[in-house]
């Protein structure tokens, strides 16, 4: 079982920015892709960004040029730098952990969400 805590969401006005975190604890043997997604209300659940453990990134084009995602293999841990942030932009963000755990049997697990509003 792995356990993913995030923080960093809130409440920001247009243009401000906001940073995202979210740890990955438990029964891990290595992480493969980690990634954020978004759910707005009345909207189904979209990709944000992804990167893989050599750090290749994949954006949505409605984020690009604005957020960042990064990751620190030491920690367990993705980060998500939002920055311009646009109303847009306001939704629940999960983080998401591709990895093999210690039976080496493939999983994904996803975070609780934390909430981002930006107000024009």
């Known amino acids: 079982q792995v356990q993913l805590v995030e923080s960093g969401g809130g409440l920001v006005q247009a243009g401000g920015s906001l940073r995202l975190s979210c740890a990955a604890s438990?029964?891990?043997?290595?992480?493969?892709?980690m990634g954020w997604y978004r759910q707005a209300p009345g909207k189904q659940r979209e990709l944000v960004a992804t990167?893989?453990?050599?750090?290749?990134?994949n954006y949505a084009d409605s984020v690009k040029g604005r957020f960042t995602i990064s990751r620190d293999n030491a920690k367990n841990t993705v980060y998500l730098q939002m920055n311009s942030l646009k109303p847009e932009d306001t939704a629940v963000y999960y983080c998401?952990?591709?990895?093999?755990?210690?039976?080496?049997?493939?999983?994904?697990?996803w975070g609780q969400g934390t909430q981002v509003t930006v107000s024009s």
């Open positions: 438990g029964s891990i043997f290595t992480i493969n892709v």
């Open positions: 998401n952990v591709d990895y093999y755990n210690d039976y080496y049997a493939f999983m994904s697990s």
């Open positions: 990167i893989t453990g050599g750090g290749s990134t």
